[in-house]
Structure formats: structure tokens, C-alpha cells
């Protein structure tokens, strides 16, 4: 190892550039499972939770259809408004825990 | 003196007088300390009292044709040919179909005019009973399949059960046992509980928003909810289950719907039930 600082700044710069070089370019593909993959999680934690909202499981549905046709950006925007809708899900359910108690004509 | 004695007494006594408050405790560890149905019921009969003024409590049980006049005559108009009819007949047939032992419906249920018994909270099995569930165990006890709860076997059945317990009135016990509170509190839970992504609880159109217009259709009352069922509704052309109104009540608003005879319906029902006590059966009914 060279003691020599601006050698060991040269032997870093060639390094980091040589892992950028050889970086993996994005996989849409890839993103597009990933996304479904959070989503049904999601989804599946609302449903455990009483709460599942039926949109998610539409979307869903539709990421996976459009994963098959090879439309994997439109998979992967179908997927987030999935997860998305089943984390608000899971939120309800949260609120839910005693807002319940509040509603007319029980509430005091 | 004697003056100053009684005023004092009176004072004291105004001093300590509370209001009447609900026995419920809501942050009591058993389910029985944390319910009060009577007062659950007694709130409920309250707010439909004030929001439905001249309109009797006993006459919720014709849903929205209690309070929306033109909708009651064309509803009567109806009855002279009621859409439901064929579904007794058909239930009444299948009712005196013997099963393969030799046995029938009349083992279990006499002459099918028990629907007034039902729900009930059954502490041995430790679950609540419905009619749909108890012609499944009598089948179960003969040998018989089970009938599917979306079909029109049971449905008929049921239909006709209905019609032989017009007049009964709704009469659920009062939750004497830990899981039957535990029950009637999950199924008010459910009641009163926001679903879906339009955020909506039973109570948002039943009771916030009861007798308002949603488009084309009246909302009613949740006294009275449980009284006519089955019902022949035009939506479906053919006789339903409540079990199947809860469940397209829940996709309505945007929930994933529930297995019909799930314990979260069961439950709901038992709860819908308590706050119908004293109101008669009518069932089958016909509704829009």
C-alpha cells in the first residue's frame, strides 16, 4: 500500500469509476416485481388487520397482468397506487382502533 | 332553623345527584364491564325518535317505506304480487323434502316458525347461532351437506322459514357470559367502524346520514335492519340473504367484503339484532 496520499486518492478515483463503470444498468422488470412484491404485502397487512380495501386487489391484479404483457413501468405505477392505497388502509385501521367509539348514536 | 335544614338537605342532594349514565365501562378489562347494550339500544331508538318525528319506532321495520311515502305505495302496489312468492313456495317444498334417513326440516324445526330464536349466542359452542348456520347443523345431523350460504337452496329455505315466523318479534337475550359480550361488542365495533376508501361506517348512512337521498335511493334507519330477511331485491332479481347485503354494503364503500356467515357477520347481525328487540318479523320482504 502506497503511503503516498495523492497516489492513494488516483487508486481511489480509478476504483470508484470502475464500479460505476460496471454497474448494473436499471432492470424495469426487476422494479416492476418489486413494486408488486411490496404491494401484496401491504395488502396482506390490512387484510390481517380486518381492514383490506378492495382496489388494492384490483390493482394488483392489473400490475401482474401488465408484468406478463412485458409493461413494466405501467406494472410498476399500478403496484405503488396499490401499496400506496393499502398503506392508507392500514391507517384506517390504526385511526380505527377507538375512533369506532365515537361514532353517533353510542358516543357520549 | 328548621328552614335552614331542609334547604340544606335540598342542596345536598341536588349537590350529589348525577345523571343516569351508561353502565359501560369502556376501559374495562372484560367484555361484560365494557357493554351496555340497553343503553346502546335505548341511544339508537333516541336518534331515530328525533330524526324520523311522527314516525313510529315499530314501523322501521319496513325500512324506508316507513318514512318515504311514495316508495310505500309503490311498495304495497307490489305486494299484491310480492316477487318473493315463488321463493316460499319453493322454500316450503324443500322443507318437506325428507333427507335420506327419513328425517326432515320438521325434526329440527317443527313448522319452521323458529326465526324469532334467532341469532342467539350458543356459550357451548362459544359463537353466535344464525338460522342459515343452525339448517346446515340439522343437515349435518341427518348426514346431509352442507347447503353453500350464497345459494338459493338455503335462501329459499330460509324464505320460507321467514313466512311461517311472520308476527314473532325480534327478541335477542340480553350477553350474559363473558364471550357473548365479547361478541355483541365486536359486532357494534363492526357497526360503528370506517371501511373502504370512501371511509365509511354503517353509521355514515344509517344513522348520520339515514333518510337522506344517495342518487336515486333513500337511506334507512338500522332500527328495523334486520327484520325481512330474506328479501327479494330488484338489484339482484332474485331472494338474498342479510349476509349478502352486509357484504355488498361493504364493497359499496370500498371494503374487501367478508365470507358471508364469517364470524364478523355473525356478530354484526347478533349486534343489528339486539338494537331490533321488540320489533316485528315480516320477512320475506321485496326492496329496490
Not at chain 1, 478515483?13 to 460505476?20: F, N
Not at chain 2, 332553623?1 to 353502565?23: E, G, K, N
Not at chain 2, 324520523?52 to 319506532?57: D, E, I, M, T, Y
Request: proline share 6%.
Amino acid at each position: 500500500m502506497s503511503r503516498n496520499p495523492i497516489l492513494t486518492v488516483l487508486l481511489a478515483t480509478v476504483l470508484v469509476g470502475c464500479g460505476r463503470a460496471t454497474e448494473a444498468p436499471p432492470d424495469p422488470a426487476a422494479a416492476a416485481r418489486d413494486a408488486i412484491a411490496l404491494a401484496e404485502q401491504r395488502q396482506q397487512a390490512s387484510a390481517e388487520l380486518g381492514h383490506a380495501w378492495h382496489e388494492p386487489i384490483v390493482l394488483i391484479g392489473a400490475a401482474r397482468d401488465a408484468l406478463e404483457a412485458g409493461a413494466y413501468d405501467t406494472a410498476k405505477e399500478r403496484a405503488d397506487r396499490a401499496a400506496a392505497m393499502a398503506e392508507a388502509a392500514i391507517a384506517q385501521a390504526q385511526a380505527e382502533e377507538t375512533a369506532w367509539r365515537q361514532q353517533p348514536p353510542f358516543a357520549s | 332553623m328548621a328552614r335552614h335544614l331542609i334547604l340544606a338537605t335540598a342542596f345536598a342532594l341536588i349537590a350529589s345527584w348525577q345523571p343516569p349514565a351508561s353502565a359501560a365501562d369502556p376501559a374495562a378489562d372484560s367484555a361484560l364491564d365494557r357493554i351496555d347494550p340497553e343503553a346502546d339500544r335505548e341511544a339508537m331508538r333516541n336518534f331515530y325518535r328525533q330524526r324520523f318525528p311522527g314516525v313510529p319506532l315499530e314501523a322501521h321495520k319496513d325500512g324506508v317505506y316507513a318514512f318515504d311515502e311514495n316508495a310505500r305505495a309503490q311498495w304495497l302496489e307490489m305486494e299484491d304480487f310480492p316477487p318473493y312468492e315463488i321463493a316460499i313456495d319453493e322454500g316450503a317444498e324443500l322443507f318437506e323434502t325428507p333427507f335420506a334417513d327419513g328425517a326432515g326440516y320438521a325434526d329440527c324445526f317443527g313448522d319452521g316458525a323458529v326465526k324469532g330464536r334467532y341469532p342467539y349466542f350458543d356459550d357451548a359452542r362459544g359463537e353466535v347461532i344464525t338460522l342459515e348456520m343452525a339448517v346446515n347443523d340439522c343437515r349435518a345431523q341427518h348426514g346431509e351437506p352442507p347447503l353453500p350460504y350464497d345459494g338459493q337452496e338455503l335462501t329459499e329455505l330460509t324464505a320460507y322459514m321467514a313466512y311461517q315466523s311472520r308476527g314473532q318479534v325480534v327478541a335477542v337475550a340480553l350477553p350474559a357470559s363473558e364471550a357473548a359480550a365479547a361478541a355483541y361488542e365486536d359486532g357494534k365495533r363492526f357497526y360503528t367502524t370506517r371501511r373502504g376508501h370512501l371511509n365509511f361506517a354503517c353509521t355514515s348512512c344509517h344513522v348520520q346520514l339515514a333518510g337522506n337521498r344517495l342518487r336515486a335511493e333513500r337511506l334507512s334507519a338500522s332500527l328495523g335492519h334486520v327484520t325481512h330477511w330474506p328479501v327479494y331485491r330488484f338489484e339482484w332479481q332474485e331472494v338474498g340473504s342479510l349476509h349478502r347485503r352486509f357484504e355488498r354494503c361493504n364493497a359499496q364503500v370500498g371494503a374487501e367484503p367478508f365470507p358471508l356467515q364469517s364470524e364478523a357477520y355473525r356478530n354484526l347481525e347478533y349486534f343489528l339484532s339486539y338494537m331490533s328487540n321488540g320489533l316485528e318479523l315480516n320477512g320475506p320482504a321485496s326492496r329496490k
